[in-house]
């Protein structure tokens, strides 16, 4: 993998990590456009760089990192997500090379998306006002985004303004759910893939993690700004569009 293409996959996954247009599915569009998907330090490299978003997530919402509250919260919305992903990592794995399972969830995310508007009634809940049982339904939703397409931010998001959070409590407590869930990740696929911290590696990561935090934080601005003010609708015209294009570019190259 070049400079230039560990840049751009940086760049993409702080654009879409925290925005409800799956950073998973862009990553296997992106990699399988550049030819690199196979490559195993890139597999690797896709995971790790998510360390990025977890420190734009600590920078991004410090004040609410003293509330002991919301670490147990945070705790069990993450449970069903980590309990789907072990027992079904196999079959996940499987669909991480297909973009005709990422285009598919594009769309079907889309059409949810711009419904979610509706859908939901406006809520003053704060997220550390949450019963516990509620933040486990979260995680369940959440743990759906596994299959690549979904998007975790997505499932989170609609799982929080299900769940009773407004807006800005939902974005805000799925920026917090991805903290465990994203670092799980990256731990376990760093236990799995020792080699991708060798020397040769490391300055190429550190360059990905640092882009990836940069554009997260900006990112992480941006979806709160843009909710508020035209609702989920451009994100889920955008998947469409971004599906439909996949599926017309997928059948002609066959």
């Known amino acids: 993998?070049?400079?230039?293409?560990?840049?751009?996959?940086?760049?993409?996954?702080?654009?879409?990590?925290?925005?409800?247009?799956?950073?998973?599915?862009?990553?296997?569009?992106?990699?399988?456009?550049?030819?690199?998907?196979?490559?195993?330090f890139v597999q690797?490299?896709?995971?790790i760089i998510q360390g990025g978003a977890i420190l734009a997530v600590l920078v991004h919402s410090y004040s609410r990192l003293w509330q002991p509250r919301l670490y147990i919260l945070i705790g069990a919305a993450f449970l069903p997500t980590a309990i789907v992903g072990f027992l079904a990592k196999?079959?996940?794995?499987?669909?991480?090379?297909?973009?005709m399972v990422v285009a598919v969830n594009l769309i079907i995310g889309g059409a949810v998306l711009i419904g979610m508007d509706r859908w939901f009634v406006s809520s003053e809940r704060v997220a550390e006002e949450l019963p516990l049982w509620r933040a486990v339904i979260i995680g369940t939703v959440?743990?759906?985004?596994l299959i690549p397409g979904i998007s975790r931010a997505a499932a989170a998001l609609f799982g929080a303004r299900w769940m009773g959070?407004?807006?800005?409590?939902?974005?805000?407590?799925?920026?917090?759910?991805?903290?465990?869930t994203l670092g799980a990740a990256s731990?376990?696929?760093?236990?799995k893939s020792p080699v991708a911290l060798s020397t040769d590696n490391l300055p190429m990561l550190a360059m990905g993690i640092g882009v990836s935090f940069v554009v997260a934080l900006l990112a992480m601005r941006f979806l709160l700004s843009l909710w508020q003010r035209y609702g989920l609708l451009p994100f889920g015209v955008y998947r469409i569009a971004l599906g439909m294009v996949v599926l017309l570019w997928m059948s002609l190259s066959s």
């Open 1 to 40: 993998m070049t400079w230039w293409e560990a840049l751009l996959l940086a760049i993409v996954e702080g654009i879409t990590e925290f925005l409800p247009v799956s950073s998973t599915g862009h990553m296997i569009l992106l990699s399988a456009w550049l030819g690199r998907a196979a490559e195993p």
């Open 44 to 47: 690797d490299y896709e995971i």
């Open 90 to 99: 196999s079959f996940i794995e499987s669909l991480l090379d297909s973009p």
């Open 142 to 145: 959440q743990a759906v985004s």
């Open 165 to 180: 959070l407004n807006k800005v409590e939902a974005a805000e407590f799925s920026f917090l759910l991805a903290v465990p």
């Open 187 to 191: 731990l376990y696929k760093l236990y």
